[in-house]
T-cell receptor, first 114, second 112 residues
Framework: ETGVTQTPRHLVMGMTNKKSLKCEQHLGHNAMYWYKQSAKKPLELMFV???????ENNSVPSRFSPECPNSSHLFLHLHTLQPEDSALYLC?????????????FGDGTRLSIL | SQKIEQNSEALNIQEGKTATLTCNYTNYSPAYLQWYRQDPGRGPVFLLLIRENEKEKRKERLKVTFDTTLKQSLFHITASQPADSATYLC???????????FGTGTRLQVTL
């Protein structure tokens, strides 16, 4: 149990669907992150939120839309995705965005785009 | 651009031996470097953080070194066990303070 819960664990969707990924952390952290992990590639940072404010958008296409209603919850809204968006999407949290803070990851949502 | 390189080939070692994994980076001078473990179907788990002024850091059977001249970190697991089999990732902050950049990871397989 990492303290970071992601749902759903698996998602299959068509390119025209709209779906959302959910992340919840029970660690009292103030920073939350979305990462994309594709086969044979390193984890790719997508978005960073610190105290509910977005502080980093790593040139992510607008078909991915994050939402952070409070410090414990993070969503990733998906629409009109492409086959290359199939990947493992990982959520993480940390006490803050400082460099001394380790990140705590959920177990991810495995997304498949048909 | 910043590159973080880890051996993409899997490392196979026998139980009881010491496993050594390498992380090399270019074009940056990080103040801290982190190591994570990732099991199949799971998210990464933080293991150790080492600062630039620390040459070596230990935690139980784990040892990390950080050579800022060589731009390299080595990750050692002594007395390795089959349960140590996993992918090990190194990571460092690049650019803005909040951006943690990961290497591709090295898969370690410990056999009996």
């Amino acid at each position: 149990e990492t303290g970071v819960t992601q749902t759903p664990r698996h998602l299959v969707m068509g390119m025209t669907n709209k779906k959302s990924l959910k992340c919840e952390q029970h660690l009292g952290h103030n920073a939350m992150y979305w990462y994309k992990q594709s086969a044979k590639k390193p984890l790719e940072l997508m978005f960073v939120y610190n105290f509910k404010e977005q502080t980093e958008n790593n040139s992510v296409p607008s078909r991915f839309s994050p939402e952070c209603p409070n410090s414990s919850h993070l969503f990733l809204h998906l629409h009109t995705l492409q086959p290359e968006d199939s990947a493992l999407y990982l959520c993480a949290s940390s006490q803050d965005t400082g460099q001394l803070q380790p990140q705590h990851f959920g177990d991810g949502t495995r997304l498949s785009i048909l | 651009s910043q590159k973080i390189e880890q051996n993409s080939e899997a490392l196979n070692i026998q139980e009881g031996k010491t496993a050594t994994l390498t992380c090399n980076y270019t074009n940056y001078s990080p103040a801290y470097l982190q190591w994570y473990r990732q099991d199949p179907g799971r998210g990464p788990v933080f293991l150790l953080l080492i600062r630039e002024n620390e040459k070596e850091k230990r935690k139980e059977r784990l040892k990390v070194t950080f050579d800022t001249t060589l731009k390299q970190s080595l990750f050692h697991i002594t007395a390795s066990q089959p349960a140590d089999s996993a992918t090990y990732l190194c990571a460092l902050f690049t650019g803005t303070a909040s951006k943690l950049t990961f290497g591709t990871g090295t898969r370690l397989q410990v056999t009996l």
